[in-house]
């Protein structure tokens, strides 16, 4: 591994931590484990993969050999593939955020087949750590401290001296002929303005200089320039100023051109999808199942008359390794399928060769994506 040995390898512990997850499952799904205790562990343990996971991905911001390992990773994770197949398509274009009703930015991608997916903010900064995508500051939103959410929060300006919120907001106009400072409604004749002092009707802009507000609460009368700056969430009924809330910045992204040079080679789900559907099969990609606490997602889930495949795929530049055999089958636990199938690109290394036969795993290994298709489609058909 290229890591120099004074580095801590965050993803270690990481894969051990899934490893050891599996195992747990496994016992517990032959009876050896109580279900009491397995509840226990399995918590445990997903709180532990949740912190090294984000450890490492901490990491991958300053030590680009661990980015490399996790981008590598992520490539065939199918929602990272869809915010790398709109990049594709749009030839590395800016990925611009929109703001719905709860001013929560999302990410709309360009799809294959018409079908609109739109990726979340976490996601695209996870793709940041590892190096995928460079991010550029687009917007700042201010999110309540209370419930977290940026959807009812507004900005409120405040009398100075008793933080009412009904207060008068009037410019200052100066009529620079003959220097009459007013504030503008004396200066009001229906949509005109006419100065107070000489009377004269002021027509162009340069007549005119806008000097400044001068504010007044209604409530206590109080006269004031400038109104005390604070937020408010209506739903929580929380005052808050800028120390007390939190600002979240918003980014939009361009793909790294490493990451797209990667994409290219590792990205392969989709060619395999493509031979899959040609041989007759509905495909899916990526594919979801339901699970007992939540959806099961698979690169590909392909369909023929009443059987089920489930359907990972893998690449690495010389083999992959158990980790994503790992997972197929912690998630396979949960689903209900005919059978599971791994591609490989190029190759599994023993250890998770070995894996797979154990748990029942068929594998197809290829060095292309789409050799790995014609074997996966031998497999389904003998099955
Ligand atoms: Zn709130
Ligand atoms: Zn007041
Ligand atoms: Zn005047």
Known sequence: MAESESVPDPLTEHDD??????????????????????????????????????????????????????????????????????????????????????RVPRYPLENEGGRTFTAEMPLLERMGDIGMVKKTLYERIVSCPNCSAPRDVFLRFKCTQCG??????????????????????????????ICPTCKKLLQSKDEYRLIGVVCSCNSCRAQFEDPTEGFYCRKCKVDFDLPTGNVVDVHSYTMTSVALDEARRFLGVNVLAKILSEAGYEVVSPGLLPGTAKEIVFAAIAKKEDRTFAIDLSQSELEVDVEPILELYVKLLEANITAAIFGAVPKLSKRARDLAALHNIRVAEAPTPSEVGSKILEIMITL
């Open 164 to 193: 009412s919120i009904d207060i008068s907001i009037s410019r200052m106009i100066e009529h620079v002929q003959c220097g009459t400072i007013h504030q503008e409604k004396a200066f009001l004749v229906g949509t005109n303005l």
């Open 17 to 102: 931590l899934v490893s050891g997850l599996a195992d747990l499952e496994k016992r517990f799904s032959e009876g050896k484990v109580q279900q009491s205790e397995f509840e226990v562990l399995s918590k445990q343990l997903k709180e532990r993969i949740a912190r090294a996971e984000q450890q490492a991905y901490s990491a991958a911001r300053k030590n680009e050999a661990i980015a490399k390992r996790l981008r590598l990773r992520n490539y065939s994770d199918p929602e990272v593939q869809q915010v790398i197949s709109h990049f594709l398509k749009s030839r590395g274009g800016l990925l611009v955020p929109e703001f719905g009703a709860d």
